[in-house]
């Protein structure tokens, strides 16, 4: 379905970079969900360029809701965010148009779209789209909240420099929804931040591991085979642009393990079953278990650098030197971390209204 | 929609381990396409368990075409490969239907199906349903074949045992398809084998990392955003049992790369454009760039071993000693192998047919 | 989706008219819904040709379930029925290959299959298929029923003599699944079987119109605007071979109404809303209201007749007169009625487990 | 897929009458599609209530297209259309809030949203949605013109009154898209007009029935079973608010037919294979014949009428008699027709682009 993800909770996206607004629909969710537009703009601004370790482009990110809420609570019917763009400097692009930048969609664009794409900032292919699905997974995630479902996550690793691990959960994931930059050990966080400026005036980018906990799901959600919640996750995050890789639980330390290391023993305490360690991530046969959802995603660097390249001119067919100008991200990493947040929460919801039926997240009282 | 995977051309999957048959449906392939019956019969053996490092269950795989096929040629309309489930012996698995295997699927299954599921062999979660998947996917990937798109996977590492980089990619493939234990250093098949059944002997299993690459895709296939040719791959893979992660082209190595390391300068070859590196595993912004597609999966230790294992009762919900019995792989990577082939190539023909329609691969003479 | 219908419950049909097997594989039912087989082989039974208002193909109908069921109980995977074809004639068919029947799909099927098609007997597009059909709506109706959910259909209408109005709805339900020539005023049957008979005998044939009730279906199912129960009925009931027209409520009478007319009047009776008319057949807003479901279909006279006729040689391109052979139905509509029942409890699941999730059909107890 | 409707080409709608803005996203459509800003105003027009046979409501409907669109060309990616909300008087409906209007989606819509739906104005079921479908299909049905597929819709009756017959197709089609009262006699307008006006006055309504032709599909498009052409235009046509049935070719009139009158007798002229009469509307086995596709389907009476009403308050569970103020339509049925052009014009691009592929819209000239 191209850019409408989901079954009983579908998203849909569209906008451009340097276009009049970028948005997404969200169809399925409950009526009586209440949108709580605080909890909103601070993931926006979790998503937002900050300082000189971010592009200096400079968004407002002031989103609009122009249909399927009334009086902050959802109505059932499709809710549609709008965020306007501003700071359009489309100057910067215009002589590129032809020019592929390496790593980016711009040649397999032209390959799809035969000239016809919107080149202006990358156009549809543009990080900034991901506002959108950020303004759409925010009121997800502040159902699922609301149902006790918590999700957060965390720059594992970033240009060289590691966070430490997860360690009681629901602590950590409050403390990092707080967070601009979410590290769960706060020296990391200037070690990192650091390391990306000292690539910036190389003229380079750095790339990084994000690592997302969702706490709260109920077991015996999922489906074995071609829609299991792995593979639901998957599909989503690798929407998100820089994504290259994803791995749950273990991952790939699979590789080198035994079975009698990477099982994960059973044991009950009162009336829960749970596992002593969670290599699977939460998920056997493509169902959770009950334990908490974890999963990493690679971030690639940021394709956009400062340095000459070797690249092609698509329309003249000749090789060229990009020597790129612009606004951009020296690593995207720590602004990546609240779209995965966001893309988990929409997901999430996705496969709980399949399970328990579309009323399952409704939250509020009934309003008089 | 669960077990339908796909939209242009989609695939559904039946069945369990202990029925009477598995099966797969095939819709939307073009008509004309030739079904080789040696060729799926090949990959079915190259799944087949064999000698000590698989499981000793014995199947003959003689799969049957019951709909879609006429004189060894698709019709056009949904294609039914039936395989008939041979060897079964339940009774090794009665004891265990309410005691949850760990890292299988038994205490998801029971939370999603509550007590109804088949337990017999591990049901429809079983793996033994990926025969199916193979033999549909054979299909696909002939078809491939014929319009010069051709898949290969090795065990890039098997219980700590790495194979070489993949170097001529064409040929590489066209030799990995013709071996039983996949590998491009043939030193490194012995190695691994006497690392499984080493595994074997201590009652162990092990895991490893499978490596695909795709080459003759042509360019301006995928989609931006949801429907990422990343997306609807790891949305497939992750259907295998066992997949617990997945990477394209440098995947998780990106962490640690610049960006000046990491893009993939690219240049001209007469009328086509290349690039010097592929870092990017032949995929930018969802889109096909015309490189290989390559991407890496990653096959956590099979979850039966024959140690004495934590476990739970889920029915007395009390705590259990589980020393399980009964035939099993100490490895399954060397089998999965040709899945993810098999998986690969059902997605390939789905992107393809959305992007060039219907008959994009029909490939036989118009009969008479 | 092609041959697969539904989101949450889905169908997908395989087969053709002279293939070894028919089939149909129906996925996302509930875990621990009874599989009633007398049920089945009773639907089974009202669809195959009996006497000589009907085909002399006499088929046995022995469907087996192959996945998803054990002990007549599902499982909550998918599940798989196959009918094996036999009393297969393929001869009356081959000299017909390239000649198109007028009003079949010989010519469009060879427009979309390029002469790939399976042309025996009709192939994937013969009547024969709906037997799987049934057999799948069966499961579906029977679950229903135990939800206190009947659906029933009459032939309202065939050859030019009519049926009495439905009057005491679940009554007249409960006799219509009992007669194997549903029409409520039983001295309708003679009337119809003889005018049917009349055409037969002048080598010609004949249509119809059935008309279905759904009782008992909760109010607020189904979606505003595309997937409005409306819409994914008539989608369904389009599949049916022949079905050329559908009308809900009053239907195409409402061309001829006032507002005044057509407007149900909504009253109280104890805790429960009704409407003192049922113009809009259950359905305002795409979504249910409380009051049965009821639509109608009409069925086209089947297109084989014995009467020479004017078509054409698609493959030498030449006019030709056409004087059909064989073994054919004068009338399908007494025997359409049981596949609507059948496709009809199909949507039901579908829009019932959407609104109230996976779980909602479960019949059983929980067994041991 | 609730408010989502296509597979290769899909549109997404959102909005409520009394919003800020409703609107469309089309998603899948080729890229370099022209983009007539004229022509889709022209079509807003038709859709506009004007005199006193409609609401005196009045829109302007400037929509803006917001994404997917670059100088007037579509650049293959979403599109997305919004026209704002004016004139909009919410204080003539706020006393309904909870009195069902009968025969409107009021009281099924309190089942489903349990009293959180926008009720203002009808909310999302309001008609006035249609506005951002046809600003969707008029963009889908001029790139079909541009390709020699030509849509057009004529009030075959309203009020009593009939239109004559299509006769010449393309001719008929072009003189109904240039009128505001799509009738082919042009003798019949004043009598429908003076009809519709007549129960305008006595405060009643009335519904009308509305024939479509579709000239120059290929043939071959379709497919059997579940999507069949006729399944696809039916699932569509009945989110037309209003829309209660539809009928293919000779429709319910085959009811009465034999199969000797039922049949299309074919005949070849030159290269092309024709059909003498065309009963089966275009369509055989759910596939394109060639020859024009023609559907029918019936429009309710407007619901609202302006006489009392039996009727019940849903939240004090009373019965109540209703006296409806406000602006409202004694007719749809003229306004309808251009909803049902836009709505067959998207149906049709999706099932072209599965059949040919993502590029076969493709109208204009490479751009520089």
Same mark, same amino acid.
């Not at 390496?102 to 156009?123: F, I, L, N, V, W």
């Not at 200037?190 to 706490?215: Q, Y």
């Not at 969670?278 to 998920?283: D, K």
């Given at each position: 379905?191209?850019?409408?993800?989901?079954?009983s909770?579908?998203?849909?996206l569209?906008?451009?970079?340097?276009?009049?607004?970028?948005?997404?629909?969200?169809?399925?969710?409950?009526? +009586?969900?209440?949108?709580?537009?605080e909890?909103?703009?601070?993931?926006?601004?979790?998503?937002?360029?900050?300082?000189?370790?971010?592009t200096?482009?400079?968004?407002?990110?002031e989103?609009?809701?122009?249909?399927?809420?009334?009086?902050?609570?959802?109505?059932?019917?499709?809710i549609?965010v709008?965020?306007?763009?501003?700071?359009?400097?489309?100057?910067?692009?215009?002589?590129m148009?032809?020019?592929a930048?390496?790593?980016?969609a711009?040649?397999?664009?032209?390959c799809?779209?035969?000239?016809?794409?919107?080149?202006?900032?990358?156009?549809?292919f543009s990080?900034?789209?991901?506002?959108?699905?950020?303004?759409?997974?925010?009121?997800?995630k502040?159902?699922l909240?609301?149902?006790?479902?918590?999700?957060?996550?965390?720059?594992?690793?970033?240009?060289?420099?590691?966070d430490?691990?997860?360690?009681?959960?629901?602590w950590?994931?409050?403390?990092?929804?707080?967070?601009?930059?979410?590290?769960?050990n706060?020296?990391t966080?200037?070690?990192?931040?650091?390391?990306?400026?000292?690539a910036?005036?190389?003229?380079?980018s750095?790339?990084?591991?994000?690592?997302?906990?969702?706490?709260g799901?109920?077991?015996?959600?999922?489906?074995?085979?071609?829609?299991?919640?792995?593979?639901?996750?998957?599909?989503m995050?690798?929407s998100i642009?820089?994504?290259? +890789?994803?791995e749950f +639980?273990?991952g790939?330390?699979f590789?080198?393990?035994?079975?009698?290391?990477?099982?994960?023993?059973?044991?009950?305490?009162?009336?829960?079953?749970?596992?002593?360690?969670?290599?699977?991530?939460?998920?056997?046969?493509?169902?959770?278990?009950g334990?908490?959802?974890i999963?990493?995603?690679?971030?690639?660097?940021?394709?956009?650098?400062?340095k000459?390249?070797?690249?092609?001119?698509?329309?003249?067919?000749?090789?060229?030197v990009?020597?790129?100008?612009?606004?951009?991200?020296?690593?995207?990493?720590?602004?990546?971390?609240?779209?995965?947040?966001?893309?988990t929460?929409?997901?999430?919801?996705?496969?709980?209204?399949a399970?328990?039926?579309?009323?399952?997240?409704?939250?509020?009282?009934k309003?008089?």
């Amino acid at each position: 379905m191209k850019n409408t993800f989901g079954n009983s909770v579908a998203v849909t996206l569209f906008g451009e970079s340097h276009g009049e607004y970028i948005g997404a629909v969200i169809d399925g969710l409950a009526p +009586g969900v209440e949108i709580n537009r605080e909890y909103i703009s601070h993931m926006l601004t979790l998503r937002r360029p900050e300082g000189k370790i971010s592009t200096q482009r400079s968004e407002k990110d002031e989103f609009k809701i122009i249909s399927g809420v009334i009086n902050d609570l959802t109505t059932g019917t499709p809710i549609t965010v709008l965020i306007p763009n501003e700071n359009v400097k489309s100057g910067d692009y215009s002589q590129m148009k032809t020019i592929a930048r390496p790593s980016h969609a711009d040649y397999s664009a032209e390959c799809k779209y035969h000239g016809y794409q919107d080149s202006r900032g990358g156009g549809h292919f543009s990080g900034r789209i991901t506002a959108a699905l950020v303004a759409a997974g925010a009121i997800c995630k502040y159902a699922l909240e609301k149902k006790g479902i918590h999700i957060g996550t965390h720059v594992k690793k970033c240009a060289g420099v590691s966070d430490r691990e997860f360690c009681d959960l629901l602590w950590d994931i409050k403390s990092l929804n707080e967070k601009k930059f979410a590290v769960l050990n706060e020296n990391t966080e200037d070690k990192m931040k650091e390391a990306i400026l000292e690539a910036a005036e190389d003229g380079d980018s750095v790339g990084g591991i994000l690592e997302t906990a969702v706490v709260g799901m109920p077991s015996g959600v999922g489906e074995p085979w071609f829609d299991s919640l792995e593979g639901m996750l998957s599909h989503m995050m690798f929407s998100i642009p820089a994504v290259k +890789g994803i791995e749950f +639980g273990a991952g790939f330390a699979f590789a080198d393990m035994k079975g009698s290391e990477a099982n994960d023993p059973m044991r009950i305490a009162g009336d829960k079953v749970y596992t002593v360690t969670n290599n699977n991530g939460g998920i056997n046969g493509g169902i959770t278990n009950g334990m908490p959802v974890i999963f990493r995603t690679v971030i690639k660097p940021t394709p956009t650098i400062f340095k000459p390249q070797d690249t092609i001119n698509f329309k003249t067919m000749t090789e060229e030197v990009l020597e790129a100008k612009g606004r951009h991200d020296p690593a995207i990493v720590h602004r990546a971390r609240v779209v995965q947040d966001a893309a988990t929460a929409i997901v999430m919801c996705d496969v709980l209204a399949a399970r328990f039926g579309t009323d399952f997240i409704i939250v509020s009282e009934k309003k008089d």
